[in-house]
C-alpha cells in the first residue's frame, strides 16, 4: 500500500469499526493528507520517503514546529493535529506497519479549555425575529431552524440530519429525536412557541420547497427541494446576524452555547441540560457553569446596594 492508501484504511477504521462520524472522520483526513504532504517533501538522507516506516521521531517533531511557526496554527488546532497523528501511528504500529511508535514521546501543546461562546436572550431575540419579517418559504424555513435550534440546544449536525418521522408536532407533545455523536439516541421537546412555528413551516412552506422531490424526506429543505446543508445553514445564519446588527461573531454553534447557558441561567439543574445536549461526560457541560457564575455575579452587583 502507498503512504495514502494507509491513510485511507486508517479513515475507514474510524467510521466502520469505531464508530466515528463523517464530520470528525473528514477532520482527520484533513490533518493525516497534510501530514502526508509534509513527510512526503521531507527527503531522509537524499532519498524520498515513500513508506510510513520511515518516519521517525524527529521528523515528526520538525512537523509540529511547521505547524506552530511557518502556517502559524493556534495551539489548540495543532493539538488536534497531534492527537490524529498519534491515533494514525498506534493504528500503524497495531497493524504491523511500523514496529515502534514514533510519536510515543511526542506531547500536544498544553492548551487550557475556552469557554463558550453565548450571546444574551436579547440578540437571541432580535436574531430569531429576522426571517419574521420576510414571507417567503425559505424565510419560514428558517425561522423554524432558529427557533428549534434554540429550543432544543441540538447541534447543526444533527438539524440538517433530521427526517420527517423525527418531529412530533402534535401541540402539548412536541418533541425532537436527535442523533449525537456515536448515533447515540435523545429525545427533546419542543416548546409551545417554536411548535407553532415549526408546524406553519411543515404545514405551509415545506410543500412550497419540496417541488418534485415527493419522496424526500428531510425536514429542512433548500430552494431545489434537496436537503439543506450545514454550509448552507451557516451562510443563512451569518445573513440573518448581520440584518440583526449583532456585532459579536455568531458562529452555527451560537445558539446551542447559548440555550445551555440560559437554561443554566434560568435555574435548569445541570444533569437535565447535559442530557438535553446529548453530552456523554457532565464535565462537559459544567465548563457552562462558569458563565452562569459569572452571570451571577454580574446580576449580583447589579443589585445589591453595598456592592457599587
Not at 425532537?176 to 412552506?205: F, N, T, W
Amino acid at each position: 500500500m502507498t503512504m495514502r492508501e494507509r491513510v485511507d484504511a486508517f479513515l475507514n477504521h474510524l467510521m466502520v469499526e469505531k464508530d466515528f462520524s463523517g464530520n470528525t472522520t473528514a477532520a482527520y483526513q484533513n490533518d493525516l493528507t497534510q501530514l502526508s504532504d509534509f513527510v512526503t517533501a521531507h527527503k531522509n538522507s537524499g532519498q524520498s520517503i515513500e513508506t510510513w516506516d520511515v518516519v521517525d521521531r524527529a521528523m515528526l517533531s520538525e512537523y509540529i514546529v511547521h505547524l506552530r511557526n511557518d502556517r502559524g496554527y493556534a495551539p489548540t488546532t495543532v493539538a488536534r493535529k497531534v492527537a490524529a497523528l498519534k491515533s494514525f501511528f498506534a493504528f500503524l504500529l497495531e497493524e504491523g506497519i511500523v514496529k515502534a511508535d514514533p510519536t510515543e514521546e511526542i506531547s500536544a501543546p498544553k492548551v487550557g479549555r475556552s469557554l463558550p461562546k453565548p450571546i444574551s436572550p436579547e440578540a437571541v431575540t432580535l436574531l430569531l425575529q429576522e426571517p419574521a419579517k420576510r414571507n417567503t418559504p425559505e424565510a419560514k424555513r428558517d425561522q423554524a431552524m432558529l427557533e428549534l435550534l434554540y429550543a432544543t440546544g441540538m447541534r447543526v449536525s444533527e438539524l440538517v440530519s433530521l427526517n420527517m418521522p423525527d418531529v412530533c408536532l402534535q401541540s402539548g407533545q412536541g418533541q425532537v429525536r436527535c442523533l449525537g455523536k456515536g448515533r447515540k439516541e435523545r429525545i427533546v421537546p419542543i416548546h409551545e412557541q417554536a411548535l407553532e412555528i415549526m408546524q406553519q413551516y411543515v404545514e405551509d412552506s415545506r410543500p412550497d420547497l419540496l417541488r418534485q422531490n415527493a419522496n424526500e424526506q428531510a425536514l429542512f429543505l433548500n430552494r431545489r427541494g434537496e436537503r439543506l446543508t450545514r454550509q448552507g445553514f451557516w451562510l443563512i445564519l451569518k445573513n440573518y446576524a448581520k440584518a440583526a446588527n449583532i456585532q459579536v461573531d455568531i458562529t452555527p454553534h451560537t445558539l446551542r452555547h447559548s440555550f445551555a447557558t440560559h437554561m443554566l441561567q434560568g435555574g435548569a439543574p445541570l444533569r437535565n441540560v447535559q442530557e438535553l445536549l446529548g453530552h456523554a461526560n457532565i464535565s462537559t457541560t459544567q465548563v457552562y457553569t462558569q458563565l452562569t457564575t459569572d452571570y451571577v455575579r454580574g446580576e449580583y452587583d447589579k443589585a445589591h446596594p453595598r456592592a457599587s
